[in-house]
Structure formats: structure tokens, C-alpha cells
Nanobody
Framework: QVHLVESGGGLVQPGGSLRVSCAAS????????MGWFRQAPGKQRELVAS???????NYLDSVKGRFTISRDNAKNSVLLQMNRLNPEDTAVYYC???????????WGQGTQVTVSS
């Protein structure tokens, strides 16, 4: 009974910022590796960022310096702060548990992020 619920997406202007959230139940995010993925129209789903239980983070090259992944342990949530957004960041964003770099659970609904002027 693991549930991951993404929220916080929306429409933002190029150069703007947005934060998406992943509320987890059935797991404790402080003890595992969590990742944010995204899928743009016509493209493969890709891993954007990850964070493990010791706060080691990894990022897709195209988002380094712009995106920050973090945990809110009190709320058992994983956050993705996205700054200096560009239209190429437009996608549905999903979170998932990572086991040996692979997603462990069925995909949820995700949250749509649209960057457009």
C-alpha cells in the first residue's frame, strides 16, 4: 500500500519558477532513494533528479544548477524546486522510489508543468 501523489504543477512563464511535491505513504522517504521523472510529449520518460537517505543528489545534466531536489521529512514528502524554467522543461512530472536506479512502483498521475509565454 505505497502511495505517491504528485502536486504543484501548473503554467509558468519562461524564466520563472515552480515547485512540485510528492506526498508519500507506505514508505519513509528519509530511508530510501527517491527520484523525480518527467515525460514530454513524444519523448521517453527520463530521470530528472534523485536523492538518497544520506542526502546524496544527482541531476540530469540539462537541469543542473536550475533544479533542486529535497525532502521534507516531517511531511514525508519529496520536493523539486525548478528555477529558470524554459519551454523544454514542459512535461508531466512523476515521483517514484528508486531501487538500483530503477523505478519500483507503478506510475501515478503525475503533475503537469507547462512553460510557455
Amino acid at each position: 500500500q505505497v502511495h505517491l501523489v504528485e502536486s504543484g504543477g501548473g503554467l509558468v512563464q519562461p524564466g520563472g519558477s515552480l515547485r512540485v511535491s510528492c506526498a508519500a505513504s507506505g514508505i519513509i522517504v528519509n530511508f530510501v532513494t527517491m527520484g523525480w521523472f518527467r515525460q514530454a510529449p513524444g519523448k521517453q520518460r527520463e530521470l530528472v533528479a534523485s536523492i538518497d537517505g544520506t542526502d546524496i543528489t544527482n541531476y540530469l545534466d540539462s537541469v543542473k544548477g536550475r533544479f533542486t531536489i529535497s525532502r521534507d521529512n516531517a511531511k514525508n514528502s519529496v520536493l523539486l524546486q525548478m528555477n529558470r524554467l524554459n519551454p523544454e522543461d514542459t512535461a508531466v512530472y512523476y515521483c517514484n522510489l528508486l531501487i538500483r536506479t530503477r523505478p519500483a512502483y507503478d506510475w501515478g498521475q503525475g503533475t503537469q508543468v507547462t512553460v510557455s509565454s
